[in-house]
């Protein structure tokens, strides 16, 4: 639907890993940055195969056999088309650089569509809270939330919004450090 958001993942076919090395991530990284950044020079229209009108993207997390994206899709074709993209060239690199054949993604990739603020802001925690030491983890849009890096394709304030940045009991730090939610969501929510 447009103007929806969207948790997005998918993972590696029999929970293989498709990511073996820093260019890897690094990689995928480039070609998610292509897809959704204005190109140079040019106005603010539509370009084939760039989705940065179309696509805003939340937060991330790349693990070593899976990813996560939390996309808000502005039109209803957006997903499909920038996930065919990411995925086929991903394929494309990886299967090239260690000279295998086949499929690398387990399938079509997952989408769940977020049916509230809260729910939006729970998926951030669980998809930047993946790794163990997530507050150093440099594979994920966590450091976007932190103020320590910009990644201008990535776009926090929407959930950094409805966040402190005085009182820190209330601030997006401590939401992550939160140990128990009293399951105010299942995880079913997040990722079904």
């Given at each position: 639907?447009?103007?929806?958001?969207?948790?997005?993942?998918?993972?590696?076919?029999?929970?293989?890993?498709?990511?073996?090395?820093?260019?890897?991530?690094?990689?995928?990284?480039?070609?998610?940055?292509?897809?959704?950044?204005?190109?140079?020079?040019?106005?603010?229209?539509?370009?084939d195969n760039n989705f940065f009108?179309?696509?805003?993207?939340?937060?991330?997390?790349?693990?070593?056999?899976?990813?996560?994206?939390?996309?808000?899709?502005?039109?209803?074709?957006?997903?499909?088309?920038?996930?065919?993209?990411?995925?086929?060239?991903?394929?494309?690199?990886?299967?090239?650089?260690?000279?295998?054949?086949?499929?690398?993604?387990?399938?079509?990739?997952?989408?769940?569509?977020?049916?509230?603020?809260?729910?939006?802001?729970?998926?951030?925690?669980?998809?930047?809270?993946?790794?163990?030491?997530?507050?150093?983890?440099?594979?994920?849009?966590?450091?976007?939330?932190?103020?320590?890096?910009?990644?201008?394709?990535?776009?926090?304030?929407?959930?950094?919004?409805?966040?402190?940045?005085?009182?820190?009991?209330?601030?997006?730090?401590?939401?992550?450090?939160?140990?128990?939610?009293?399951?105010?969501?299942?995880?079913?929510?997040?990722?079904?």
């Amino acid at each position: 639907m447009p103007d929806s958001y969207y948790h997005i993942y998918n993972r590696g076919v029999e929970k293989r890993d498709i990511f073996m090395d820093d260019q890897d991530y690094g990689v995928f990284l480039s070609y998610l940055r292509k897809l959704l950044t204005a190109p140079k020079g040019q106005s603010r229209i539509q370009v084939d195969n760039n989705f940065f009108q179309q696509v805003m993207l939340l937060c991330y997390c790349l693990m070593p056999n899976h990813f996560h994206l939390l996309i808000k899709q502005r039109n209803s074709e957006a997903i499909g088309k920038i996930i065919k993209i990411l995925c086929t060239r991903y394929s494309m690199y990886f299967n090239k650089k260690y000279q295998r054949v086949g499929k690398l993604f387990q399938g079509v990739y997952k989408a769940v569509t977020v049916r509230s603020e809260e729910q939006l802001v729970y998926l951030t925690r669980y998809i930047h809270t993946n790794p163990k030491d997530f507050t150093n983890y440099k594979y994920s849009s966590i450091r976007n939330y932190l103020k320590q890096v910009n990644q201008v394709w990535v776009e926090p304030e929407p959930v950094l919004s409805m966040f402190s940045v005085t009182n820190k009991n209330l601030t997006y730090t401590n939401f992550l450090n939160i140990k128990n939610d009293n399951g105010f969501l299942s995880e079913r929510m997040l990722i079904d």
